[in-house]
């Protein structure tokens, strides 16, 4: 069982940047593929991007040039690097852990992330 702690939110201005990480428990991290999600209020949970266990990136269209993911399987961390920031940015970001073995989701408790001047 892996358990994602996420943690880097916070408020920021248009155009900056912000550095999410998600820190996620247990010893088969490396056979889960790291998910981002956001929900904004009164909106769905939707997907940010996702990083699976070879380094392959996948990324929705409204973030695609501006996020980029990582993953570091030493410290089982994900990352969330986010430039270009918007105020339909703002959300609440969720890390997710999807296992390659039983393709359970283990979702964190989220962090949020303000864009607004």
């Known amino acids: 069982q892996v358990q994602p702690v996420e943690s880097g939110g916070g408020l920021v201005q248009p155009g900056g940047s912000l550095r999410l990480s998600c820190a996620a428990s247990?010893?088969?991290?490396?056979?889960?593929?790291m998910e981002w999600y956001r929900q904004a209020p009164g909106e769905e949970r939707e997907f940010v991007a996702d990083?699976?266990?070879?380094?392959?990136?996948r990324y929705a269209d409204s973030v695609k040039g501006r996020f980029t993911i990582s993953r570091d399987n030493a410290k089982n961390t994900v990352y969330l690097q986010m430039s270009s920031l918007k105020p339909e940015d703002t959300a609440v970001y969720f890390c997710?852990?999807?296992?390659?073995?039983?393709?359970?989701?283990?979702w964190g408790q989220g962090t949020q992330v303000s864009v607004s001047s």
């Open positions: 247990g010893s088969s991290f490396g056979r889960n593929v």
């Open positions: 997710a852990a999807l296992s390659t073995i039983t393709a359970r989701r283990y």
């Open positions: 990083i699976n266990t070879g380094g392959t990136t």
